[in-house]
């Protein structure tokens, strides 16, 4: 008795490319922004991931590594503070930036406005409505779909 293997191949087939198909339009959604070399921080490393999620807000997902406690700066400073830039409401701070033993630090939030920058500052206070002119950090501009 002869087997067909085309009929075999044809469901593999399909699950490869239903796989390719989800995959690219998981990433169609996501965007992946690598910060600059920083001329403050020049060892500092800092990514942001930001996706679309089904309630048509901006998750966002900010990691950086090797960053100098706020401290360390000169002058001094007490906080790091992430801003982003809106394409149609301007600039919002996004929060605090705490930095660990291990010059870690991350921020995890949302927003339903459309980023197009990212950018980090140093702070002489913990609440902050207006970005300081110490920029330690900035993703410069992007597009997300």
Known sequence: ???????LSIPYSFRILSFIFAAVLISACSRKVVFPTSTVLPAADAVVKIDKNDNNNYEIDLRVENMAKPDRLDPPRKKYVVWMVSE???TINMGNLEISKKLKGSLETASPYKPICFFITAEDR???DTPST???????NFEVK
């Open 1 to 7: 008795m002869k087997t067909n293997k085309n009929h």
């Open 134 to 140: 110490q920029v330690v950090l900035n993703s410069e």
């Open 88 to 90: 149609k409401n301007g």
């Open 126 to 128: 913990e609440v902050v």
